[in-house]
């Protein structure tokens, strides 16, 4: 078992030099001719007009919670799914219950227009 | 001491005794599959399995977007690259050449490292997921007990990257599409994980090997029957919520050329281009041969009788047809706009996937320890009793939404169409 482990943390140390590798070919292969127009920022051709980091939506912020709302639970189906067939018939009806209330929680959010992309 | 290889008894054997031997080979004991004792061996023997997955699946996703631009082309009615070697089949390493040439320009206004790391980071989740795919009974580099977590949750890890990718690139259009790709990725996730709690449900296990056993003739687990026979909506969703996560069309807005440039990754040139194309091909391809895994029952064959053909063989077939209805969407199918597609995700997935859960957790509690055939009609009548809720639902929607549109475009339609009998009578 231990030694599946150590080779998911291998496979990631060699999966990390995969993109280094290509890299350092790529610098030993391609030109470099800097030039000011050519490493500017791209605007479709234009001028850039203020700066990059501009001030984003609230809606992300907005999604994002939503998504963590329904990652934990998630988190709480997979181990109730994977131990499923040895629990009693009332472990259905508890999780039904945890469902709906999480689905009272997405269809208050809809109404309240919180899954509007605007 | 090396052991001689075992002569094979019939063609599925050769797999066994070829993982057997290669273990013996590295820890100087009798071949058994998995067994290795000494940390040397361990070691020896991951870096070997992980340089066997990454020549394999390098060579797939170079042959996969040769596939790509062959099947789109011939689904466009044109014939896609032919001219680089036959059939166009040198075009992938010609394409690998011109971004190994290609000049590597960095804006001057980039953070450099968020910048460079996000190229660099947005491949090792695309490949460290194919470590639980498994291409035949023996042949699963690792077969962790949670497996089936641990793919989707080095997915998820894939999303940072891409946030830094657009950040870091110090571009107003590479910052909102970075956001918008955010956004649909981990809208995209819970669908994606929410549609496979039914499978987990009747398989028990989250190993990939256990799901596998679950599913075929070969196997002593509940159902016996291929998990997409069971969960049909399941799978749907699972490949409508794949497909946006991989960001390819119809849900390929974050990168789409006419829409935002290229989105996040507009200021990236050369090499570091190409490890995002990289990394969206290996996704496609483990995402895949994970849904064949949990739904087509993996290295099973689908009658008992035809056991004789090699389990990988079974394998690669499903995954390769997985990689072709993703091709065929994506050749098919017109973009979503942005808004649609959250909209379609969380108002339309999300639904769905919850019902789906609960209606197959209820039948599994039913039918739990009856037949197969008896557990397959069961599954097949709520089925279909989901499907008809969903289309009368969608109708109801529409001449919902049809009503609302005759207060206002109908009296201007039929003036038109009156006008036009009177010019043509």
Redesign the interface.
């Given at each position: 078992m231990g030694e599946n482990w150590a080779f998911v943390a291998i496979l990631t140390v060699i999966a990390l030099t995969i993109p280094i590798l290509g890299i350092l070919a790529a610098m030993v292969l391609a030109p470099k001719r800097p030039g000011a127009i050519k490493n500017s920022t791209y605007e479709c051709g234009l001028e850039t007009v203020g700066d990059a980091w501009v001030q984003f939506k609230v809606q992300y912020y907005l999604y994002a919670l939503i998504f963590v709302l329904f990652d934990v639970e998630t988190v709480f189906l997979y181990p109730w799914a994977v131990a499923y067939q040895s629990l009693p018939l009332l472990a259905l009806f508890e999780m039904i219950i945890f469902l709906l209330i999480l689905g009272i929680g997405l269809v208050y959010a809809w109404r309240k227009g919180a899954l509007e992309w605007i | 001491m090396l052991h001689a290889l075992p002569l094979a008894e019939s063609l599925a054997e050769t797999t066994t005794s070829l993982s057997g031997w290669l273990t013996g080979l590295f820890s100087g004991t009798a071949p058994e599959p998995?067994a290795?004792s000494s940390a040397a061996g361990?070691?020896v023997?991951?870096?070997l399995?992980?340089?066997v997955?990454?020549l394999i699946v390098q060579i797939g996703m170079l042959y996969a977007t040769w596939g790509e631009r062959k099947i789109i082309g011939r689904m466009q009615d044109r014939l896609g690259p032919n001219r680089v070697g036959l059939f166009g089949l040198a075009q992938p390493f010609a394409d690998m050449i011109k971004?190994?040439?290609?000049?590597?320009?960095?804006?001057?206004?980039a953070h450099k490292w968020v910048y460079?790391l996000g190229?660099?980071l947005?491949?090792?989740p695309a490949?460290?997921g194919f470590?639980v795919v498994a291409l035949d009974r023996n042949l699963i580099?690792?077969?962790?007990?949670i497996g089936a977590?641990f793919f989707f949750a080095i997915g998820s890890t894939a999303v940072m990257p891409i946030f830094m990718a657009g950040?870091g690139?110090?571009?107003?259009?590479a910052?909102?599409g970075a956001?918008r790709a955010?956004?649909q990725v981990?809208?995209y996730?819970?669908p994606q994980?929410?549609s496979i709690?039914g499978v987990?449900?009747l398989a028990?296990?989250?190993s990939m090997n256990g799901l596998i056993h679950s599913q075929g003739p070969i196997g002593d687990a509940?159902p016996g029957v291929w998990f997409i026979l069971l969960q049909p909506i399941g799978f749907v969703i699972f490949l409508l919520a794949t497909t946006a996560e991989i960001e390819r069309t119809p849900f390929d807005i974050p990168e789409a050329e006419s829409e935002i440039?290229a989105g996040y990754h507009?200021?990236y040139a050369?090499?570091?281009f190409?490890?995002f194309y990289l990394a969206l091909y290996f996704v496609t391809i483990s995402a895949s041969a994970v849904g064949a895994i949990l739904f087509l029952g993996g290295w099973q064959p689908p009658f008992a009788f035809l056991a004789g053909i090699p389990g990988w063989i079974w394998m690669t077939a499903k995954t390769l047809a997985l990689v072709f209805v993703f091709m065929w969407l994506r050749g098919t199918l017109p973009r979503l706009r942005?808004?649609q597609l959250?909209?379609f995700a969380?108002?339309v997935l999300?639904?769905i996937s919850?019902v789906n859960?609960?209606v197959t957790?209820?039948l599994?509690?039913l039918v739990?320890g009856r037949a197969p055939l008896m557990v397959f009609g069961a599954f097949t009548v709520a089925n279909v009793a989901m499907v008809a809720l969903l289309i009368w639902l969608v109708a109801g929607w529409r001449r919902f939404n049809a009503a609302r549109q005759i207060t206002f475009e109908r009296p201007a339609v039929q003036a038109v169409g009156a006008a036009l009998r009177r010019g043509a009578a």
């Open positions: - | 998995g290795s361990i070691i023997a991951s870096i399995k992980a340089t997955i990454v971004m190994l040439t290609k000049e590597d320009i960095t804006p001057t206004a460079n190229a660099i947005v491949v090792p490949i460290i470590a580099a690792a077969d962790l007990s977590l950040w690139s110090r571009n107003k259009y910052l909102l956001m955010v956004a981990v809208s996730e819970i994980v929410l709690v987990l449900l028990g296990t989250l509940f440039i507009t200021e050369g090499i570091k190409g490890l942005v808004d959250m909209a969380w108002k999300v639904p919850l859960l609960m957790g209820l599994a509690k739990a």
